[in-house]
């Protein structure tokens, strides 16, 4: 009978239930001794060139209601509520708190990173975030980002929220888009929703209209202007048109500055060297595509 009991499984067996037990064991005198532990220090990380909430204001939302953390048992203080009240400020993206076995309470804290800042036609300004979520301004910090205005009707109840319309959606998906490209991000500064419900890039160098429409094949619409500006603004210079509209698919179209009308699309202009040089760009983005 003995030697069918398989001895070699059973000790087998005996470790692993010794070993859990003392693992529990070692687990609940872990957790007695972090409770009967008191916080030493309030570390906390705050990374990023955003300045919307400082490290004061963040020790501020540590202590409220609660005092002071440091010199006070771990067991007395609730970490989960402290990372709530983190979590409820508008500037702030993801914060997680937890305690080491020091007594050394960390706060890693990230904020949220604008890319548009909004005015809407009832006059409220608020920014629009990375994630497209919008954002009210701060106190503290002025982010230098993109502003748009003009016929927006996107609006804005103070508090954290998505985008509701087509038009900021696409204007978030703009900035977005300007953001991601050193050329452009230094070139546009701002954008505005015309009458037509078109959204307009205001350039830093030049005093044309430039005219987007939505945000539907930015990359080639961009694209396009990056040929024009290469290849027409050197033969004609800087104040030849009063505009230049990237919305029509497969053709950019100017307005001189002496005349009310557009002239017709490019590829179908050869009369002087002007329209010449832009039958090439037309050409060019053709077979770039």
Same mark, same amino acid.
């Given at each position: 009978?003995?030697?069918?009991?398989?001895?070699?499984?059973?000790?087998?067996?005996?470790?692993?239930?010794?070993?859990?037990?003392?693992?529990?064991?070692?687990?609940?005198?872990?957790?007695?001794?972090?409770?009967?532990?008191?916080?030493?220090?309030?570390?906390?990380?705050?990374?990023?060139?955003?300045?919307?909430?400082?490290?004061?204001?963040?020790?501020?939302?540590?202590?409220?209601?609660?005092?002071?953390?440091?010199?006070?048992?771990?067991?007395?203080?609730?970490?989960?509520?402290?990372?709530?009240?983190?979590?409820?400020?508008?500037?702030?993206?993801?914060?997680?708190?937890?305690?080491?076995?020091?007594?050394?309470? #960390?706060?890693?804290?990230?904020?949220?990173?604008?890319?548009?800042?909004?005015?809407?036609?009832?006059?409220?300004?608020?920014?629009?975030?990375?994630?497209?979520?919008?954002?009210?301004?701060?106190? #503290?910090?002025?982010?230098?980002?993109?502003?748009?205005?003009? +016929?927006?009707?996107?609006?804005?109840?103070?508090?954290?929220?998505?985008?509701?319309?087509?038009?900021?959606?696409?204007?978030?998906?703009?900035?977005?888009?300007?953001?991601?490209?050193?050329?452009?991000?230094? +070139?546009?500064?701002?954008?505005?929703?015309?009458?037509?419900?078109?959204?307009?890039?205001?350039?830093?160098?030049?005093?044309?209209?430039?005219?987007?429409?939505?945000?539907?094949?930015?990359?080639?619409?961009?694209?396009?202007?990056?040929?024009?500006?290469?290849?027409?603004?050197?033969?004609?210079?800087?104040?030849?048109?009063?505009?230049?509209?990237?919305?029509?698919?497969?053709?950019?179209?100017?307005?001189?500055?002496?005349?009310? +009308?557009?002239?017709?699309?490019?590829?179908?202009?050869?009369?002087?060297?002007?329209?010449?040089?832009?039958?090439?760009? +037309?050409?060019?983005?053709?077979?770039?595509?």
């Amino acid at each position: 009978m003995l030697k069918r009991i398989k001895w070699k499984l059973v000790f087998k067996c005996f470790a692993w239930v010794v070993s859990l037990g003392a693992l529990v064991t070692l687990m609940g005198f872990i957790e007695v001794k972090k409770a009967e532990r008191t916080c030493k220090k309030v570390q906390v990380v705050l990374p990023g060139n955003q300045f919307f909430i400082e490290r004061a204001e963040i020790d501020e939302i540590l202590k409220e209601n609660n005092g002071l953390l440091i010199g006070r048992r771990i067991s007395n203080i609730n970490i989960q509520e402290l990372e709530n009240r983190l979590k409820a400020n508008p500037f702030i993206e993801y914060a997680k708190v937890y305690v080491d076995m020091d007594g050394v309470i #960390h706060t890693d804290v990230r904020q949220r990173v604008p890319v548009l800042r909004v005015l809407n036609m009832a006059g409220q300004d608020f920014y629009i975030d990375q994630n497209g979520l919008k954002v009210p301004l701060s106190d #503290h910090f002025t982010a230098r980002v993109l502003a748009a205005n003009g +016929q927006i009707t996107e609006g804005f109840a103070g508090k954290v929220d998505t985008l509701r319309t087509k038009m900021a959606k696409d204007l978030f998906k703009t900035a977005k888009f300007i953001a991601a490209d050193s050329l452009w991000a230094d +070139q546009v500064v701002q954008l505005y929703v015309n009458d037509s419900k078109d959204i307009e890039l205001v350039p830093r160098v030049g005093n044309q209209k430039i005219i987007l429409g939505n945000a539907d094949l930015l990359e080639e619409k961009f694209k396009n202007l990056l040929v024009f500006y290469k290849k027409a603004i050197p033969m004609v210079g800087w104040d030849a048109y009063s505009a230049i509209n990237l919305k029509f698919k497969g053709q950019i179209v100017c307005e001189r500055r002496d005349s009310a +009308q557009f002239i017709k699309p490019v590829a179908a202009i050869s009369t002087d060297t002007v329209n010449a040089q832009i039958k090439e760009i +037309q050409d060019s983005t053709i077979n770039t595509r």
